[in-house]
């Protein structure tokens, strides 16, 4: 597995041992001393797992967490709090992140997290590279094009479709044929699977 830790965190005895310890399981990791430091640099490509304290100088934790999320960052975050921060840190895993780890944390329980939490990220960015795909081959459709792949995305047959959008059926095979050509795909059934799979969870 490979994955890159970002380790936002304002007291560096702890940036440094985080740093350690993923290094031992060849973990790459940035360092950052602040939230602002972090936003400023915005490395949102390359990143697969965020460890970042809560209570931090400046922006907090969770505050820069909302300004990821507004961004449209889907990266796991793992926060590290102390014992008083514990319900601030519930209420962001509400909100959507990964987990959190009470001070002073357990090596091989942190490490472990990391682990679970780069294989999630790994796989927000697949996700996120297919959407991107998707998107980029669905806006080359003409709009009549993209009518008949909405309605060939619920099932929907020729005969349906020709009868929906008052069009002859010879017109759609048509129209069919250059959806699945322009989207990348063999057949319906083929389509219709990537967009269940690029569908949020219900």
Known sequence: MTG?????????????????????????????????????????EDMTCIIMDVRMGGLSGPEVYE??????????????????????????LKAGAFDFVEKPFNDNHIVDLALRAIAAGLAAQTQAAHRRDFDHRRASLSQREAEVMDLMLTGAMNKQIADQLGIAIRTVEAHREKVLSKMGVRNALELAARGRALSPDP
């Open 67 to 92: 300004r990821l999320r507004s961004m449209g960052s889907v990266v796991p975050v793992i926060f590290l709090t102390g014992h008083a921060d514990v319900p601030i840190a519930v209420r962001t």
């Open 4 to 44: 890159l830790v970002d380790i936002v965190d304002d007291e560096e005895a702890i940036r440094d041992a985080l740093a350690f310890l993923l290094a031992s399981r060849d973990i790459e990791t940035r360092l950052w001393a602040s939230g602002e430091d972090f936003l400023a640099a915005q490395p949102l």
